[in-house]
């Protein structure tokens, strides 16, 4: 945003003033030398309009020393200037800053600083700004203080200091030409972390071909970056060197043409004072190809070739479009449809396989081309755009930094107090789950309560230090709407003991005091821009705001007391303004000379006869205060707002008023702003329509959706913060219903997630309108919030305790959980969190694949069986249990079984049943074994052989009394044929030998 001397923030500080006070004022003589040192300093004062740029002091703060201390510009002490994410540079002692201008002086690049590049107009040493400084620049990547000691020395610098972990470097200089980091030392900062190797056959590749050396410093091999030799993973540079040594210069010409059709490249300008020395890179033979057009999202203009396009998430990124240059190609007609062809250009094409068009993380969106711009002409392009939406500027200052203070009471604060107010909840099913929409509900005698309270909360806001003139401006206008929405809507029956008919005489009288109000800055303002011998034109200025006091005292001041007279009686009875006006028809129909009378005397007369179009002639008015003169003027006494509104509304439509154009518009905040009549208007008249249109339905209409669009009220087109609690507290008190809002209730959504508010995100979403196109809207949103955003709203515990309060089924919440813990590979929370949200069978497969090997080889067996019984009760929802988590079950009851516990569920008293129960259990280990197959680790594989070697353990030590020994030989057969591994079946084999010959010595006997 550019700095411009129009709104000083005292200036706007007196403006809040005005609301509060409600107090019309005018100093004229003060007004008058305001004026008049503002035009004086406005030649003097620096210039800076750089969006990234800043100073120190900044322009508003130096106007207001300027004032308060005449000639304080010719020796600001500790003059600053920077760019943000580049550096610093204060300028030691005093210093005369005016007529400087900055944008041409001093210039910031990556690790370079620049001042007055152009030596022409560079003063001598001690003069301007070439003087003694100290230099803060920020770099990339950390490199050794011994490099930038010595590249200052080299320079004619004194090393100061170096932050690692801010990146800072710190010199000082006596006086100044260019300082910072040549393209060698640049490359030494970026290319730190290089592999060793490489560096070794770039130093090789330099000191062989020497005869080339002079071709080679020629190319730049960052313009090659885009050459098939490149995209194949070969040398482009050592590439087009063979091809000069190799073949003749023939296909020169067929390189100028291929030029000429591409376009120009991206060109990387080297640094000032320094020298262009080009490195011929190592052949390197890469297994994939690589894009096309490639670079690093942390630092585009010094990328190396061959890094990875997007690699990583980066949250520290500007606020600004960032492109890497390619070629474009206009389209041309067809020369058979003659018309433009609708081919689009595939990016993945033109930039390689790694490129794709796509939102990214942090609202970073990548695309190919030009966004929201229909006015440019079509083009095919390989230009990559990475460009960050910022749904933050509201929560900014000045200084682009975001302010705790501004988020509370932009977000948390309102909705707090929207929670505050009385809700009516219906409750809605989704799949079973039960979810409670929130309607706001009060009646018009609590709005006027209502509506200060989110005054108090906006004047709040203006207190906050180093707001920018802009969003005091905005934040008055909100003051301004809230206000007209308590005189247009409340009832006021119960406040006022007056007579029915005079209400509307009332809230006319509420409504006049507001515009008074509203456009007093603006009649000051213009007064101050007039000299004091145009009195007249003042007192035409004055009755616009209808500050007919002030009008009466200055006329009566200039000895005109006539006039004065006339001036008081302004805006009252139709008899006196019939009266001037026949006085005015008599002298124009006697052909009275009015070259005798003042041109603005006969505009006042015009005024107070009730002709505003005569009075107004060529003078260009804002909206505001020509619906002032209407309704003061022009329309009886007696007309109530809705015939005042109705009556302003047909002269719009024929064309005879100005239109309302937004706030933003209307105050000049935003220059260069496309607008075209009709396209959208102030919130304050879309409200006044509301008011005079009452008993039409609104339901269908489109008006509601253009009331309630962002640019109606903001330049911001991602700020719905403020309008979201207009709609919901006009809706509430049926001034109108609309189900057709869902495109703002998604953009408060989007703000709130922006900031990480994700508990009040979902309070806004159980607050829309039911959809009957998307019955699952509500529901979809909000299990996609938390899935999104599990990471933010996991961490706090305020904000989980809150989803929960609203009604928000905890089994949505465990899901959300349970997919972030098994992403990140904690197989025991997200076990947990399957359980919470009763996915028996998810929590199933984790058990077994994850969770039940880790804990049996951990000696957790409680916890196992703990686990493995609260899934038991749901087994009939959970497929192959049995040859899952039943199996420990069953494994731990047979074991307890074996060692003749009390508290078991089998009664096993022979050995044969003994036999048969495990024989059982191990066929199932088996076929556990094959159904799992490979998705079992080897660690449960383990797993099953221990439980099978101990259940084999405990059926050998069986003593088996009263059993025959056909049985004790079945049981070794059994444990043969269980899932234990061979080496430890030998110990049970001498056993089983033993007993067979003791069988055979038996059956011998």
């Not at 490489?198 to 130093?203: D, I, P, Y």
């Not at 039943?886 to 074991?895: H, P, R």
Request: with cysteine; glycine share 6%; net charge negative.
């Amino acid at each position: 945003m550019s700095v411009y001397l129009e709104l000083p923030d005292s200036y706007h500080h007196h403006l809040a003033s005005k609301f509060k006070k409600r107090k019309v004022t005018l100093d004229g003589d003060y007004g008058s030398s305001v004026c008049s040192l503002t035009c004086e300093m406005k030649s003097s004062l620096p210039t800076l309009r750089a969006s990234d740029y800043f100073m120190e002091p900044s322009l508003a703060e130096l106007t207001i020393r300027e004032l308060r201390d005449p000639g304080y510009c010719t020796r600001v002490q500790n003059f600053t200037v920077g760019r943000f994410g580049y550096g610093s540079v204060r300028f030691i002692g005093d210093t005369d800053v005016r007529w400087l201008d900055l944008d041409q002086i001093v210039k910031f690049r990556r690790h370079e600083i620049v001042v007055y590049e152009d030596e022409t107009i560079k003063p001598m040493v001690g003069k301007g700004l070439n003087k003694a400084a100290e230099v803060t620049l920020v770099l990339q990547k950390v490199s050794s203080i011994e490099k930038l000691k010595l590249c200052a020395e080299n320079q004619g610098a004194e090393f100061v200091s170096f932050d690692p972990h801010q990146k800072d470097w710190k010199f000082s200089v006596q006086h100044f030409s260019r300082f910072g980091l040549s393209d060698d030392e640049n490359d030494d900062v970026m290319m730190d972390d290089a592999d060793v190797d490489v560096r070794e056959q770039v130093t090789m590749n330099d000191s062989d071909g020497s005869d080339l050396d002079e071709d080679r410093s020629l190319t730049d091999s960052r313009l090659l970056s885009h050459s098939l030799p490149s995209h194949l993973g070969l040398d482009p540079v050592r590439m087009k060197e063979m091809r000069m040594v190799m073949f003749s210069t023939e296909e020169e010409e067929d390189d100028a043409e291929l030029d000429n059709l591409n376009g120009t490249f991206s060109h990387h300008r080297p640094l000032l004072g320094s020298k262009t020395v080009q490195r011929s890179s190592p052949l390197a033979i890469r297994k994939t190809p690589l894009a096309l057009l490639e670079y690093n999202p942390g630092g585009f203009a010094s990328s190396p070739n061959g890094s990875i396009l997007l690699a990583q998430q980066n949250k520290g990124l500007p606020l600004t479009v960032t492109k890497v240059q390619g070629f474009k190609l206009e389209i041309k007609e067809t020369p058979v449809t003659k018309s433009f062809s609708h081919n689009i250009v595939d990016a993945g094409l033109l930039m390689g396989r790694s490129f794709g068009i796509a939102w990214g993380p942090n609202n970073l969106l990548i695309h190919c081309g030009s966004v929201g711009d229909s006015n440019k002409n079509p083009e095919l392009s390989s230009t990559i755009s990475l460009e960050k939406v910022a749904t933050d500027n509201v929560v900014r200052d000045e200084n682009n930094k975001i302010r705790e203070e501004l988020i509370d009471l932009c977000f948390d604060s309102p909705l707090k107090f929207h929670k505050e107010i009385n809700h009516e909840t219906k409750e809605m099913i989704f799949d079973s789950y039960k979810l409670k929409a929130r309607n706001l509900v009060f009646n018009r005698s609590e709005l006027s309560h209502v509506c200060r309270k989110y005054i108090g909360i906006t004047e709040r806001q203006l207190e906050v230090q180093g707001l920018s003139s802009s969003a005091r401006v905005m934040l008055m206008h909100q003051v301004f709407v809230w206000e007209l929405i308590k005189v247009l809507f409340s009832s006021k029956e119960s406040s006022l003991d007056a007579d029915v008919a005079a209400l509307p005489l009332i809230r006319r009288a509420e409504f006049s005091v507001l515009l008074q109000e509203s456009v007093c800055h603006r009649v000051q303002d213009e007064i101050s821009s007039l000299n004091d011998s145009k009195d007249l034109q003042q007192l035409f200025l004055l009755l616009t705001g209808r500050q007919i006091d002030s009008a009466v005292e200055l006329s009566a001041s200039r000895g005109d007391v006539r006039l004065a007279c006339l001036l008081s009686q302004a805006g009252g009875s139709t008899v006196n303004r019939m009266d001037i006006d026949r006085q005015l028809d008599l002298w124009k129909n006697n052909s009275l000379d009015f070259s005798f009378i003042e041109k603005d005397r006969i505009r006042l007369f015009e005024l107070l006869a009730g002709n505003i179009h005569g009075a107004l002639g060529e003078m260009n008015i804002d909206w505001k205060r020509f619906l002032g003169l209407l309704m003061w003027y022009h329309l009886p006494p007696a007309s109530d707002l809705t015939s005042i509104f109705q009556t302003y509304q047909r002269l719009l439509e024929g064309g005879r008023a100005p239109y309302p154009v937004p706030v933003y518009i209307d105050e000049e905040l935003v220059k260069d702003v496309s607008w075209t009549p009709g396209n959208r208007f102030d919130i304050a008249y879309y409200l006044m329509i509301l008011h005079s249109n009452e008993e039409r339905d609104f339901t269908k209409s489109s008006i509601l959706k253009t009331m309630f669009s962002a640019f109606a009220s903001t330049h911001d087109p991602l700020d719905h913060h403020m309008i979201w609690h207009q709609r919901a507290v006009l809706e509430a008190v049926g001034t109108f219903s609309s189900d057709d809002l869902h495109v703002l209730d998604m953009g408060f959504v989007s703000q709130l997630l922006t900031l990480g508010h994700c508990h009040w995100a979902i309070y806004v979403v159980l607050h829309m309108s039911r959809c009957d196109d998307y019955p699952n809207l509500q529901a979809s949103v909000i299990r996609e919030i938390l899935f999104q955003y599990c990471e933010t709203w996991s961490a706090q515990e305020n904000q989980r305790k809150f989803i929960v309060e609203l009604g928000v089924p905890s089994a949505w919440l465990h899901e959300a959980l349970a997919v972030y813990h098994a992403y990140y590979g904690n197989s025991f929370k997200a076990l947990e969190h399957y359980l919470g949200c009763a996915f028996w069978q998810k929590a199933h497969s984790t058990f077994i694949i994850s969770v039940a090997h880790s804990l049996f080889m951990s000696g957790k067996q409680s916890e196992i069986l703990r686990l493995a019984t609260s899934m038991e009760d749901h087994k009939s929802e959970i497929e192959n249990w049995d040859l899952g988590a039943g199996i420990f079950v069953t494994f731990y009851s047979l074991k307890s079984s074996l060692n003749e516990d009390e508290d078991t569920m089998f009664e096993l008293v022979s050995l044969q049943d003994k036999n048969d129960e495990c024989r059982k259990f191990f066929s199932r280990l088996k076929g556990s074994l094959a159904f799992w197959d490979n998705r079992l680790p080897i660690d449960a594989r383990t797993v099953y052989a221990k439980m099978a070697e101990e259940i084999s353990d405990l059926l050998v030590a069986d003593s088996g009394e009263g059993s025959s020994t056909e049985v004790k030989l079945e049981c070794f057969n059994t444990i043969f044929d269980s899932p234990v591994p061979q080496d430890l079946l030998s110990s049970h084999l001498q056993s089983a030998v033993s007993h067979f010959t003791l069988h055979l010595t038996e059956a011998a006997s």
